[in-house]
């Protein structure tokens, strides 16, 4: 099968499946909230423009094969993150065909109007850097990527040089570095001291707290935006809970399921600008983009989340 009957083969499968969807699920944050209600924004400290707080991840959700059936619910997953206020998708060259079926989706997709596009440079030396992300912008399909990290610190002496250029030229908006490593941490919290960076990504959940004592505050210090990676510790921290019951009190911050447990926790901390957490299924992404919405837990609510947690 050619590559464009694949499209056209997934194009219909998805129009098909949007048909189910109308009837139910992408509709709910008015169900639950009510049309005037917006989703939950943060501000980009180096701009000032606000971003929705639940963004998207690609990392193996979005990395298959160009296969009917997986792109009809991929593309259901993308259209429920858009219909409830989804904007920032992050990707890498790392993640195989992920940039490449995201890039394929968002074609499909009516109302991406507010897409914030991210993905990273992964690759040693500059010419190699330039290369790949010119096809990283091809592959997604976007004129200018909205942010471009520099994916686990590889050779960044190298390309920030670039980026900077890049985004002097107007090819992207802002720069950033990533990792989800702590033996990282030390060479990242270096960078972020000497280096003029718009946005800085790293590992942060409730079961993994390491970072409240040194990158979030260090990046809120520079006025860094955070992008939160692996805020269900790749799905660890579902296990964790599982027959466990919700807090009664989690319904004073608007939060019905654990993983809005999970994604309001990291939103709440004050240097956090977003979370992009990774899923393949609809309800899943149904079920994050709830946490865009309603009220966040408070400092003390925080402490609260913290101790129960701990005690399951
Ligand atoms: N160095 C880096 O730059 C770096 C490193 C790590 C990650 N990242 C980025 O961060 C993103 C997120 O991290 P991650 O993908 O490693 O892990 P994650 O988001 O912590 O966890 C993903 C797992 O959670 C499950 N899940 C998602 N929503 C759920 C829900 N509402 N209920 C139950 N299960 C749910 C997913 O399974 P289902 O598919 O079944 O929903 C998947 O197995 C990545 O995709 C990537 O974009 C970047």
Not at 73 to 101: C, H, K, R, W
Not at 148 to 176: A, C, F, S, V
Not at 219 to 236: E, F, H, K, S, V
Request: positive net charge; glycine residues 8%; charged residues 20%.
């Amino acid at each position: 099968m050619t590559k464009s009957n694949t499209r056209e083969i997934s194009r219909r499968h998805f129009i098909k499946g949007l048909g189910v969807l109308s009837a139910g699920i992408t509709l709910m944050p008015q169900a639950v909230f009510g049309e005037s209600r917006q989703p939950v924004k943060h501000a980009i400290p180096s701009s000032g423009e606000r971003i929705p707080v639940i963004g998207m991840g690609t990392s193996r959700t979005f990395d298959v094969a160009e296969n009917a059936a997986i792109l009809t619910q991929l593309g259901q997953v993308l259209q429920v993150f858009f219909d409830n206020g989804g904007a920032v998708i992050d990707s890498s060259p790392m993640y195989g065909n992920s940039e490449t079926i995201v890039g394929n989706l968002l074609k499909t997709i009516p109302n991406k109007g507010s897409l914030f596009a991210a993905t990273k440079v992964w690759t040693d030396g500059k010419q190699s850097g330039i290369d790949q992300m010119q096809e990283s912008m091809q592959r997604m399909g976007v004129g200018v990527m909205d942010l471009m990290q520099i994916h686990n610190l590889r050779d960044w002496k190298i390309h920030l040089p670039t980026l900077r250029q890049w985004k002097q030229e107007g090819k992207i908006r802002y720069i950033g570095i990533t990792t989800s490593h702590g033996r990282f941490h030390a060479e990242l919290m270096q960078i972020m001291r000497t280096e003029a960076l718009d946005f800085v990504q790293f590992t942060y959940n409730i079961g993994n707290r390491t970072v409240e004592e040194s990158l979030l505050p260090l990046a809120a210090d520079r006025g860094i935006a955070t992008l939160i990676n692996r805020p269900y510790q790749r799905g660890a921290l579902f296990r964790s809970v599982k027959g466990q019951a919700l807090p009664e009190w989690a319904r004073e911050f608007d939060c019905s399921s654990w993983g809005q447990f999970f994604l309001k926790f990291v939103v709440s901390h004050p240097a956090v600008t977003c979370v992009i957490p990774a899923t393949s299924k609809v309800h899943h992404m149904a079920d994050n983009m709830a946490a865009n919405y309603g009220r966040l837990p408070s400092a003390s609510m925080r402490k609260r989340m913290v101790e129960y947690f701990e005690r399951l």
